[in-house]
């Protein structure tokens, strides 16, 4: 019994270490960027990324949780509007544009509210390139001890999100182009 005592007693120990070095390592800032190449022109891209109405059709946070309640607030499409959701798996929050120039480059805070508080930077670029758009989407995040450990937990699977929801961005675009809408 008392050797029972001794390698739990040394596992909870070894465990708290990690942890301590893991909240003294695990980086404060986070940064994540993905780009894709579409075959449409930029103004076509810019009316898919700018609009949330379309926005919230190729990003990925719906198909997480197909019954959250998303809404529209503001002038769509303009800076000063957002989109909100709330849901079970994916708590409540909000994306808001601060600034669009049209057809370059679509400035947004991500407020998530619940189930954990932050606020990241995120930003959407579009150049213009032979046959079509590059657009590159990024986000910026700080997360203070000892949440930066779940921030570097997180990094992969946004990064996929971002990647899966470029590629939808892409068809919707190009789906778009081919059949002669905007």
Same mark, same amino acid.
């Given at each position: @019994? ?11 120990? @070894?465990? @708290?270490? $990690? ?11 986070? #940064? +994540? *960027?993905?780009?894709?190449?579409? #075959? ?5 891209? !810019? ?6 109405? /379309? ?5 990925? $946070?719906? *198909? ?20 909100? !959701?709330?849901?079970?798996? +994916? ?19 991500? *407020?998530?509210? *619940? ?33 930066? +450990? ?12 971002? /990647? ?19």
């Amino acid at each position: @019994m008392r050797k029972f005592f001794y390698y739990s007693a040394w596992v909870i120990g @070894m465990t @708290m270490a $990690l942890l301590a070095i893991l909240l003294l390592v695990a980086p404060t800032h986070v #940064h +994540i *960027e993905q780009s894709v190449f579409i #075959h449409a022109p930029p103004a076509a891209v !810019w009316d898919q990324t700018a609009r949330f109405d /379309r926005y919230n059709q190729w990003n990925t $946070l719906k *198909e997480r949780e197909p019954d959250a309640q998303f809404r529209i607030n503001g002038v769509d499409g303009t800076a000063g509007a957002s989109t909100t !959701w709330t849901g079970k798996k +994916i708590g409540f929050g909000r994306l808001r544009h601060l600034s669009l120039t049209p057809h370059t480059e679509i400035r947004q805070q991500l *407020e998530f509210f *619940e189930p954990l508080a932050s606020i990241c930077d995120i930003s959407f670029k579009f150049a213009d390139s032979a046959g079509g758009t590059r657009v590159s989407w990024s986000m910026d995040a700080k997360y203070p001890r000892p949440q930066n +450990i779940l921030g570097m937990f997180m990094k992969d699977n946004l990064e996929t999100d971002f /990647r899966k929801s470029l590629q939808r961005l892409k068809s919707a675009a190009e789906a778009n182009v081919s059949a002669g809408r905007k």
